[in-house]
């Protein structure tokens, strides 16, 4: 986090608090820079610095109208602690390590 500028900081902190329980939030390039209190091109220069800092990563969206939108995922703890901790359960709560969820004799 030393790499990045107060205005960066602040953004992430911003598109942080946006963020469902995922990780993952949609906010325009406007409302941030409102937020902020900078101008849309400084928000996309400090949107790219915290994809290159590999704080968030960027992906396109699109909505049930097939508008497409940008959307964010935050790449740090809280969230990606939580994702780390989920990807071990599948669907029903069983643990994905457990040694009975790789026998699969009963099916021959």
Same mark, same amino acid.
């Given at each position: ?12 902190? +911003? ?6 329980? *995922?990780? &993952? ?8 820079? !409102?937020?902020? =209190?900078?101008?849309?091109?400084? +928000? ?6 915290? *994809?290159? &800092? ?8 699109? !909505?049930?109208? =097939? ?42």
């Amino acid at each position: 986090m030393a790499s990045l500028l107060p205005t960066q900081r602040l953004l992430l902190i +911003v598109l942080a608090t946006f963020a469902n329980s *995922e990780g &993952e939030c949609w906010p325009s390039q406007k409302i941030l820079g !409102d937020m902020v =209190g900078i101008t849309r091109h400084r +928000v996309s220069e400090c949107l790219k610095k915290l *994809e290159q &800092e590999q704080f968030i990563e960027s992906m396109f969206r699109q !909505d049930a109208t =097939g508008t497409k939108t940008k959307a964010y995922r935050m790449l740090f703890e809280p969230f990606v602690f939580k994702q780390v901790k989920e990807d071990h359960y599948n669907c029903f709560g069983q643990r994905i390590d457990d040694p009975r969820m790789t026998d699969t004799s009963w099916a021959e």
